[in-house]
Nanobody, 125 residues
Framework: QVQLVESGGGSVQAGGSLRLSCAAS????????MGWFRQAPGKERDFVSA????????YYADSVQGRFTISRDNAKNTVYLQMNSMKPEDTAVYYC??????????????????WGQGTQVTVSS
C-alpha cells in the first residue's frame, strides 16, 4: 500500500558528498517519524538519522554527527539525507524507513513499519 521510493545513491570518493531522497506514496501515510538506516556487508542494520515530521526534531548516530544532515518536506512526503565529508566507512546499503513511534525508539529498526528498497552508497578511499 504505502511505498517509500529512494533515490540519490551512487559512488563517491572520500571527502565527497551525496544527497539521498525518500518519497512516500501509494496510500494513507500514517507516520510521525522518518529516518535512515544502513547495512554494510556482513554487518547488521544500523541507525543513521531520523526526523520527526511534526516538529522536525533530528537524531543522528555518533558516526555521522556533524557530517550528515536530515531534513523533510512534509508537503511532498519526502525526507532527505545530505551526506558530506564522506568516508569509506559510510559504504553500505542505505534504507529509508517510516513509522508511528515514540521519539525514544527512533534508533530501533524494529519500530518502523514502512521501508524503502535500499540504495547502494559506495565511498572509495
Amino acid at each position: 500500500q504505502v511505498q517509500l521510493v529512494e533515490s540519490g545513491g551512487g559512488s563517491v570518493q572520500a571527502g565527497g558528498s551525496l544527497r539521498l531522497s525518500c518519497a512516500a506514496s501509494g496510500g494513507i501515510f500514517i507516520s510521525n517519524v522518518m529516518g535512515w538506516f544502513r547495512q554494510a556487508p556482513g554487518k547488521e542494520r544500523d541507525f543513521v538519522s531520523a526526523i520527526t515530521l511534526s516538529g522536525g526534531r533530528t537524531y543522528y548516530a555518533d558516526s555521522v554527527q556533524g557530517r550528515f544532515t536530515i531534513s523533510r518536506d512534509n508537503a511532498k512526503n519526502t525526507v532527505y539525507l545530505q551526506m558530506n565529508s564522506m568516508k569509506p566507512e559510510d559504504t553500505a546499503v542505505y534504507y529509508c524507513a517510516a513509522g508511528y513511534l515514540s521519539d525514544s525508539v527512533v534508533y530501533s529498526d524494529r519500530k518502523y513499519a514502512y521501508w524503502g528498497q535500499g540504495t547502494q552508497v559506495t565511498v572509495s578511499s
